[in-house]
Every structure is written in structure tokens, then in C-alpha cells.
């Protein structure tokens, strides 16, 4: 061995034995969202928190706003995500178009309530928000809570409903498809179908711009009944107001918030760690939390005002294909026809 090699040999032994070698590298993730940012914002940074070894970065945009990034990065092929965040329908739209989800089993999977997995593993469900029945507590009690959506068609109703405008409220569709296309299949019309919002009509039911705005008719006593989402009730409580709801009989629908990995990602072993962490008990705990969401795992401690827990609650997953571009003008052209 020449001197110089015996050099280079003990400098790197003496590198070794000092702790100077190079560091190892640490993961990344990057976490592309929809949801509002103080709402998701500190689940992502509690991901970071716990697993300090992974460089964690987040970006969020509107939904639609969101999904447009997407598809240019992916027609550029240059996917930036590993993991999104958002809504059901526009995640199986970029898979559609592009291909561009990875299927993947969470490590919880059969905690996960059976009738929101999805088949194709290609979707894991973090959250729900469902519909229900909201009402003011002083102004209705008693017997007079309603149990089922149907009973909001009795005339002793009249002037007391509000609900929101699909022209400008997005879950209004999925009111209208669980009212007028599920239930309508399922138990017949009437009462259901377009027959219910006819009826709805007649007792002078009222539409707004949001389900903002129904929570402020209800709480105010303006209207007494609305039918709601569980996300803005759940602020109704929380906030003190003279409100509560009632999850009917007949269902609730199910509006699930998910998870998918981006495929070709470079990161996917991190991806999937994020994913598993928002169904570990501490991430449900953060999403209903903060967003109201009620969490995914049937052994939840969550429990809902009357008590029950998500394990005890009808839930009729939302049929996201069915609410197309071209149904959603449907239904606002017939709403509008029967409503105004």
C-alpha cells in the first residue's frame, strides 16, 4: 500500500471513529389539500411531530383550484404530491383521466366502518360529514323533533324550514341525491323523489345561498328546522347557540373526506406512513376536533349528543359518480322549477 492510500485509509477510519461520516438522508412528504388550512394545517404538523425524520412540506389550494395544479404538474410528468387530501369525487376524477392514484391497504383497514372502504384500495376514508336535521331548541321540543326526514312534511311545519340552494351550495346535491334518487329506489315515491321538495314547497320551505346560512336561521330562531350538514351543526354546539340535530332515521348520507397516494411518487413509504397516522386514534381525534368531521374507526370514542357512537349510525355512503357535472345542472333546473 502506498503512503497516500495508508493516508486516505486512516483519515477514513479516523473519520468513522469520530462520528463524521455523512448523515443518513432523511425522508420526505409532500401533502397536497383541499380542506381548509386552520382545519388540516395542524394535522400535517403533528405528522411532522411525531416523525422527525421526515421532511415534511404541505400545499393547499380550493378544491378545484387544487385539482387543476394536479393535472398540469401531471401532464407536465412532473407530479409534485405524494399524498392529496380532499374530496372522494375529484380524486376519482384525476384517477379517470390520468391513472394517478396508488393503490394502497392502510394498516387499520378493518377498523375502518365496512361500508366506507372502498374495493379498489385506491381511496382511504379520514373523515365524514353527514346530513342531518337541525333545530332550534327553543323553538322545538319534545315530541316535535323530528325523527325522520319525512317528518318535516307536516303542515304544522309550515314557514318553519330552511335549506340551501344547489346553484350555490355544493352538499346540496348530495341532500337532493339521497332524497330523490336513493331513498326514492329504495322506499319509493312519495314521500320521496322529487315529491319530497313538492311537499317541502307547499309547507313554504326556504332556500338559501349556504349551510352557513340555515345555521344562522336556525340558531336565531328565524327558522326552526334545517336540513343541515354535521360539520357546521357540530359549530352550532360547540359555539354554545340554541341549536341541535337529529340524524334520521331513514340515514344519514355520507360525505367522506380521503386519502390517496400519487402514483410514481418517490416518497411512497412516507406517503403511507401519513395516511396510517391520520387513522391512528390521535389523528381521527385531531380531524373531528377541528373540522367537526366524525371519525372513520368504529372504535371511536366519539360519540354523538344523543349518545351513539359511528359504529351505531345508519350511514349511506354518497354515490360520487352519480353526481356529475351534467346531474348537478339537473338538479339545480329542477330545484329552481319546484322551489321558486
Request: aromatic share 8%.
Amino acid at each position: 500500500m502506498t503512503p497516500r492510500c495508508r493516508i486516505a485509509v486512516l483519515g477514513l477510519c479516523l473519520g468513522l471513529c469520530l462520528g463524521l461520516a455523512a448523515p443518513a438522508v432523511a425522508g420526505e412528504l409532500n401533502v397536497y389539500y383541499g380542506t381548509s388550512r386552520d382545519l388540516f394545517e395542524p394535522v400535517v404538523q403533528a405528522f411532522a411531530a411525531a416523525r422527525p425524520d421526515i421532511k415534511v412540506s404541505s400545499f393547499r389550494q380550493p378544491t378545484e383550484e387544487l385539482m387543476a395544479t394536479i393535472e398540469l404538474e401531471i401532464r407536465a410528468g412532473k407530479p409534485r404530491a405524494d399524498v392529496i387530501v380532499c374530496a372522494p369525487t375529484q380524486l376519482l376524477g384525476l384517477q379517470q383521466q390520468y391513472k394517478a392514484l396508488e393503490r394502497y391497504t392502510p394498516k387499520d383497514l378493518e377498523k375502518i366502518k365496512k361500508e366506507l372502504r372502498d374495493p379498489e384500495m385506491l381511496l382511504t376514508p379520514t373523515g365524514l360529514n353527514l346530513s342531518l336535521i337541525q333545530y332550534n331548541t327553543k323553538r322545538i321540543t319534545g315530541a316535535d323533533i323530528p325523527k325522520k326526514f319525512t317528518d318535516l312534511l307536516n303542515p304544522k311545519f309550515n314557514n318553519q324550514i330552511v335549506l340551501s340552494d344547489p346553484q350555490s351550495s355544493g352538499t346540496a346535491h348530495n341532500h337532493i341525491w339521497f332524497l330523490t334518487k336513493y331513498m326514492a329506489e329504495t322506499q319509493g315515491e312519495p314521500p320521496y323523489g322529487w315529491s319530497f321538495y313538492r311537499e317541502l314547497r307547499k309547507l313554504n320551505a326556504k332556500y338559501v345561498a349556504s349551510n352557513g346560512t340555515v345555521r344562522a336561521m336556525v340558531q336565531t330562531g328565524e327558522r326552526s328546522l334545517g336540513l343541515q350538514n354535521l360539520d357546521d351543526a357540530m359549530k352550532s354546539i360547540a359555539s354554545g347557540e340554541p341549536a341541535s340535530f337529529v340524524l334520521a332515521q331513514e340515514g344519514s348520507t355520507a360525505m367522506i373526506n380521503a386519502a390517496s397516494l400519487v402514483k410514481g411518487s418517490k416518497n411512497l413509504a412516507e406517503a403511507k406512513a401519513f395516511v396510517d397516522f391520520m387513522l391512528t386514534e390521535k389523528g381521527q381525534d385531531m380531524m373531528t376536533k377541528l373540522s367537526g368531521y366524525v371519525p372513520v374507526r368504529t372504535d371511536s370514542p366519539f360519540r354523538f349528543p344523543d349518545g351513539r357512537s359511528v359504529a351505531d349510525v345508519k350511514l349511506v355512503p354518497l354515490d360520487v359518480a352519480y353526481i356529475t357535472p351534467e346531474k348537478r345542472e339537473e338538479h339545480i333546473r329542477k330545484f329552481h322549477e319546484i322551489m321558486r
